[in-house]
C-alpha cells in the first residue's frame, strides 16, 4: 500500500495496521502494530509513548504519573526536544515541538509488513523568532523502531541555529544493574556537578546515583545491557554528535510532580541529538536530519 496526502484523518483507517484513537485525557493517539511489535504515538508531540515488541517489555518507558494534558509534555516514551535543549529564558525547557499538537501528513504500511508515519510540525507562534523552517518527523515501526527528524531551512538568506535530540526514556528491569557501553574516551558536562567538563573512563557507565551528563562529538551506537529482563537494547544513530544520559535518582524524582517517587529505578534516558557545542547551523535551502534506529535482542 502507498501513503496518502489526506484531508482528513478519518480517511486513513487501516483496521490492524493504524488505529485512530482517543489517547488518555481525550488527546488523539494513533495506535500502530505490525506483526512484531506495536506502538503508539500522540499527535501532541508527535510523542511517542509506547514501543513494544510481541513477547517482551516494552522498549520504552511512560510515568504513571505523566500528565495528558494539552501543552503539557508527557513524562516518558520519546519526547522530541526542537528547537533547543534545556533552558532558554523565559521559553521554557526542552523546545516547543513537544507541546505542538503535529499534523499528520501520511502514513505507510510497505510490504515488508512495517508501517511509517510522517508528522509536520505545524507553524506556531513561538517558531516566530526563527527563520522559516520545516520539521518532519518519521517514525517507522517494524521489529526495531526508527526515528527520523527532517529538519530544512527554509530561509533565502538566514542561517537556521538549532538543538534537536529524541529524548528516549526506555524501560530497565533496575537501573542498578544495567550497563551503558560505548561512551568510554567521551567528553561530557556533567550537569550534576555544576557543569563541569569531564572525560569517561570507564567501559561500561553504571548508574547509582543521580546522572545527567551531555557528552559531546560521539557518534558512535550506544548499548544497555539489562540483565534483569535478559536483553541488550542498541541505539544506534545517524547525523547526531551528541548523547544525553539522564536518571533523576532519588531526590530529583521527588520534586517532578509528573513522576513517581520510585520510578527512577525502571527508567533510563539515553537521548541522541545535536545539543550544546553540536548545535547545528543549517545553511538557507539546506535540511540535515538525524536518525536513531532502536533495537532488542535477548542476552546471550
Ligand atoms: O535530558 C536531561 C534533562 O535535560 C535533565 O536535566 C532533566 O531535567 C530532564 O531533561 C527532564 O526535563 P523536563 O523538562 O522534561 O522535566
Redesign the pocket.
Known sequence: MVGHEPEKTEKLQTPGRVMFLDGQGELPMIGISTMWSSAEIYLQGAHLTSFRKHGEAPLTFISQCSRFAEGQ?I?GGI?V?FPW??MREGM???GFARVKTWELKEFAPAPDGSVSVRFRLPDCPEASSYPPFTADYVITVSDTLQLQLIVTNDSKDEPLVFEN?F?TYFQVGDVTSVSVIGLKGASFLD?VANFVHSTQTEEKLRVSSEV?R?YVDTTEAIEIEDPRFGRRIRVEKQGSRST?V?N?WVA?SQQ?PDFGNDEYQRML?I?SGNVASNEITLAPGRSSTLTVRLSSEALA
Open positions: 509534555p513524562r519526547p526536544v535543549f534545556g521554557g525547557n526542552h535530540c529524548h550537569k545527567d551531555v544525553v539522564w533523576p530529583r517532578m534516558c537521548e
